[in-house]
């Protein structure tokens, strides 16, 4: 796999943001999609953004629920570490410490979901619109204690990429993670980002920028 481009970066500068976001696309898509179907729907301000770009449109050739093989967790590695720079090189050009959210549809949301098995916990949270892990059961996957990070997981009983059995298979293994967990199965949804998965999502970002964790009510 070729290395991977640069990223689209949306919304207010680093330094002037108060959260910060990455948000990776899935199979076949693009950075441009992202801003369409995700942030452009989105209404929280003072969020930076970075979207990072998968040279040929994938971050890995093969399913998400296939074993992996020595190719695709060579490429599977490749594509964790060129999120973990762009993950870096954001949180220094920020230029003081802010909370991030880091995210994708799809195949970006297993993608974030294996970067958080390997790299995570971090401040701020993780979102997966449509995501499950990488490999198999059977497979040597990485693990971590997640401490109680904020995660929100989603999936479809229709979705023709991750079946309900992975995304079932992901919660179980972001509980065991310890990550605060919360989880969404739409009925009959599409291969796609929902209003109510975006409302979601503009919510823990909201929660993030004003200081307040995800999943708690704001005091008042």
Known sequence: ???HDAPLRLGVPPTEAKVLCVFVHGRTQAP????????ERLKTSGVSFVLPRAAGNSWYDARATDPLTDESRRQLNA???????????FARNAGRSLPMLVGGFSQGA??????????GPWDGGMVNLTGCRVGTRSCDRPFADLDRMPVYLTGSDKDPWIPVEAFAGAAEALGKARAELRCDIFPDRGHEASD?????LDEILSGLASGRKPF????G
């Not at 708690?216 to 005091?219: T, V």
């Open 1 to 3: 796999m070729e290395m």
């Open 79 to 89: 594509s964790l570490v060129y999120v973990r720079d762009i993950v870096t090189d």
């Open 216 to 219: 708690r009510p704001a005091a």
């Open 32 to 39: 441009e999609d992202m801003r369409e179907q995700v942030v």
């Open 196 to 200: 109510t998965e975006l409302a979601q």
């Open 110 to 119: 297993c993608l974030t979901l294996e970067y958080a098995m390997k790299y």
